[in-house]
């Protein structure tokens, strides 16, 4: 091993039926430093990760960890924790049934008895170094996303491990949150723990780690010190290509405008809903992209789910097209001609075990009801269709969507949605977790809709990317709206002072 090496990954190959995941991958963490592994969805990342920690088994390649003789072979998550080895998952699997402190210390009680005592007391110690807000005997599913993601990262730590790896960590987790945990890595940094860090935030990347490892197509790119890769070169590593400015993804679109508007394609009046939204205003017009926005537990995605009928609603009234309707469910919204895309794609989104191809009719099925089923050359048609319009990477439409990258099932959930041909469609965090290719992709296609006449609400943690597609944002805070901005206060600091202020800037 390289002197300073705490794990090294060398000539790693993994295949799935018709897909090259992995090949000839090296990869090496030393003690004491945060390292970044970057790549769009599909690059490979996960899969490097999960025969890292024995969810799969390698077809080829060695491992060596500091402390073995020869290569260690990793066959299952228990053979990687007993190497030394935790890791944090993007989505949580923790059991929200059980206690915070029962989470923390599952599998990790030794024969018939268990000290809860011990337990309890050790957890809340934990708890309270890492400044969580959680009680150990609190049920977890109690919690906030974002504690719960806390809470598996305290089990982690207190594993003492060798390496841990953080799996897009901050994802539900606010400005505060994300300082806490980044406190955390580097006082973990300062003892000797190796980080391996998975992110598609590029600004808490250069914030801090120290190397960046690149993979693109299941292959290695390249590994690179932090201070001699610029960002605009690590994008460009990624993707394969050199990428354009960001900020100019509306290319020569025209701005749209307040004089653009017609009568509502919908309006909503004094609605609020049983996950207790304040009763608010909205309306959306024809060709229009506007947005939530607002910091974590705001009430952005209670707002649209209350719209859409995923919540109930208390009050208020909602009109479509000039004509009251009412929306007790979501297949009411569906019927009139709403989309919704839901902010957890895994709970809400994909049925995992169904094909591509069942996933992208599921909507149109639904609608048309499930004792009139398409035919299979219609939905193969169907499937075919927007997986070669929306460049899903996916060996057929057979393949199971839990196989695929984040990213390409949230193309498959956009897919399912496009195909009911939408009036108005809602898309909650499209782009969260999935890389910065992926995600400009996305931004255009909302853009392209929008140019084509479709209303679109666009919800993101993102502000940069809220300004790049919307032209015009509704500004909540504690659950209520604060206000709205367009025209020339549609700018970061207008929409930090309208969140702080809970008044629109003037």
């Not at 073995?68 to 066959?75: F, R, S």
């Not at 080895?85 to 030794?110: D, H």
């Not at 017609?262 to 304040?278: F, M, R």
Request: with cysteine; glycine share 10%.
């Amino acid at each position: 091993m390289q002197e300073g090496a705490v794990l090294e990954m060398r000539g790693i190959c993994k295949y799935f039926p018709g897909v090259r995941a992995l090949q000839d991958v090296d990869f090496t963490l030393r003690e004491g430093e945060i390292h970044a592994l970057m790549g769009e969805n599909g690059a490979g990342k996960s899969t490097l990760i999960k025969v890292l920690t024995g969810v799969h088994v390698k077809d080829g390649g060695e491992i060596f960890l500091k402390g073995t003789e020869g290569p260690v072979h990793i066959k299952s998550p228990q053979d990687a924790q007993n190497a030394g080895i935790s890791t944090v998952y993007q989505e949580i699997t923790l059991c929200p049934n059980l206690t915070v402190a029962e989470n923390m210390f599952i599998g990790r009680t030794k024969g018939g008895f268990t000290n809860w005592r011990y337990i309890n007391k050790r957890a809340g110690e934990i708890l309270r170094s890492l400044e969580i807000p959680a009680a150990p005997t609190q049920q977890l599913g109690s919690c906030s996303i974002a504690v719960q993601q806390m809470v598996a990262i305290a089990r982690a730590v207190d594993m003492e491990c060798k390496v841990l790896i953080l799996d897009e960590p901050t994802s539900s987790l606010d400005e505060q949150e994300v300082a806490k945990l980044f406190k955390l890595m580097l006082d973990l940094k300062a003892k000797g723990v190796g980080i391996i860090f998975v992110t598609h935030f590029l600004e808490q990347v250069y914030e801090v780690c120290d190397r960046i490892t690149v993979l693109r197509d299941g292959g290695l790119v390249g590994e690179y010190v932090i201070e001699d890769l610029p960002r605009v070169q690590l994008v460009a590593k990624m993707l394969g290509k050199e990428l354009d400015d960001l900020a100019d993804i509306k290319g020569d679109q025209p701005a749209y405008t307040e004089e653009d508007r017609g009568e509502p394609v919908l309006e909503a009046h004094q609605l609020a809903s049983t996950a207790g939204i304040k009763p608010f205003d909205f309306a959306i017009y024809k060709g229009e992209v506007n947005g939530f926005t607002g910091l974590l537990g705001s009430g952005r995605s209670e707002c649209v789910r209350a719209i859409f009928g995923a919540d109930r609603t208390t009050g208020g009234t909602v009109r479509m097209d000039g004509k009251e309707v009412r929306i007790r469910k979501p297949l009411d919204a569906m019927k009139l001609g709403i989309g919704y895309l839901p902010e957890d794609r895994k709970q809400d989104g994909i049925v995992g075990d169904l094909s591509v191809r069942e996933n992208i009719i599921l909507a149109l099925q639904v609608m048309k009801g499930f004792f009139h089923p398409f035919s299979r050359a219609q939905a193969e048609a169907f499937a075919d269709e927007y997986i070669k319009l929306l460049e899903i990477k996916t060996a057929s439409s057979d393949t199971p969507i839990k196989s695929l990258s984040g990213g390409n099932q949230q193309k498959v959930i956009l897919a399912r949605w496009l195909l009911t041909n939408p009036k108005y469609l809602i898309l909650d965090e499209p782009t969260r977790g999935i890389d910065i290719g992926t995600k400009i992709e996305i931004q255009k296609l909302v853009l392209k809709l929008a140019a084509e006449g479709k209303s679109v609400t666009f919800i993101s943690s993102e502000i940069d990317e809220m300004l790049r597609t919307c032209s015009r944002l509704i500004v909540m805070r504690d659950r209520k709206v604060v206000g709205e901005l367009g025209g020339s206060d549609l700018a970061q600091d207008k929409i930090m002072q309208t969140i702080a202020g809970g008044e629109s800037a003037s």
